[in-house]
């Protein structure tokens, strides 16, 4: 853990999954359509991709995204770096 946070391994469970986006399993289940990837044939060993559930909860935001900072270079008209 950092400064309390849980850590939250790259594929999750389904219960650390639904933990991950602060909804109970069966409400996980129904709205998330993220599917799990499989490491095995077993139905434990289905595990959902953190970053996957990343872009469908940032896809979830409905407020605008920022635009890309300009470099100070470019704001004062000279040439900026590579």
Same mark, same amino acid.
């Given at each position: ?11 999750? +469970?389904?219960?650390? $999954?639904?933990?991950?986006?602060? %909804? ?8 998330? &359509? ?12 289905? +595990?959902?991709?953190? $970053?996957?559930?990343?872009?469908? %909860? ?8 920022? &635009? ?12 900026? +770096?590579?």
């Amino acid at each position: 853990m950092v400064d309390g946070l849980p850590y939250w391994p790259a594929a999750l +469970r389904l219960d650390q $999954a639904a933990a991950y986006c602060g %909804l109970s399993v069966p409400t996980f289940s129904a709205v998330c &359509p993220v599917k799990p990837i499989e490491f095995t044939a077993s139905s434990r060993g289905r +595990r959902y991709l953190r $970053a996957r559930l990343d872009e469908w %909860l940032d896809n979830l935001d409905p407020n605008p995204k920022e &635009p890309p900072r300009r470099k100070f270079g470019d704001m004062i008209g000279g040439q900026g +770096r590579s």
